[in-house]
């Protein structure tokens, strides 16, 4: 997996979401051979309440990471992102953007008929941002070092330095908690060695 990739995965899992990587859109020729069109980066799926505080006497004691505000995540709903991840600026491949691809990636996420899938697409396409009638969010992302070239047009974008710093803040502050984990997961497993290295523990 790509490391900026990774570096986005854990960050939203961070704030509860679970996410498919690298997932390939492909398309049946007249020939009846099969092309990748493309590769969605990241597909993100997040529900209503995730992490929510568990109180009374549950081993946790009510403790919860709050999501990172630059998400703008409403509690009340399903929040899909369909992301693109640059080790650069942060923007969207025509690829990425093409309204086949885009249906094509919401019939991975769960069924949709074509009249809404068609409906969020063109929203999409046009907004980077769609609201399914179930009240279901859905939205185009980048993730990259650097600002789009000419700005974001037609989709919100994040900087991986923000990322860095909002998972650095988080297992640094809940270092008594984040020490005891064992991750697996690189671009977490790096953060948490660092910092166990910088405090100068064993």
């Given amino acids: 997996m790509d490391t900026a990739v990774a570096l986005v995965q854990s960050y939203l899992y961070m704030n509860g979401y679970f996410t498919v990587t690298e997932y390939p859109v492909l398309e049946l020729l007249d020939s009846g051979e099969v092309r990748t069109v493309t590769d969605a ?98 939205r185009l992302m980048s993730f990259g070092s650097r600002p789009p070239k000419h700005g974001a047009d037609g989709y919100t974008w994040m900087s991986l330095g923000h990322i860095g710093g909002f998972m650095h803040t988080v297992i640094s502050d809940n270092w008594p908690a984040a020490q005891a984990i064992q991750s697996k997961d690189p671009a977490l497993g790096f953060l948490l060695l660092l910092e166990k290295a910088v405090r100068g523990e064993d």
């Fill in 41 to 138: 980066d990241m597909l993100a799926v997040r529900f209503p309440g995730a992490g929510r505080v568990l109180a009374g006497d549950h081993p946790t004691k009510g403790s919860r990471i709050e999501c990172d505000p630059a998400l703008d995540i409403a509690d009340d709903r399903i929040d899909l992102i369909i992301a693109e991840v640059k080790e650069g600026r942060a923007e969207i491949n025509a690829a990425a953007r093409d309204p086949e691809v885009i249906h094509a990636i919401l019939h991975r996420f769960g069924r949709v008929d074509e009249a809404t899938a068609e409906d969020l697409v063109e929203q999409l396409v046009s907004s980077g941002e769609a609201l399914h009638p179930a009240g279901i969010r859905v």
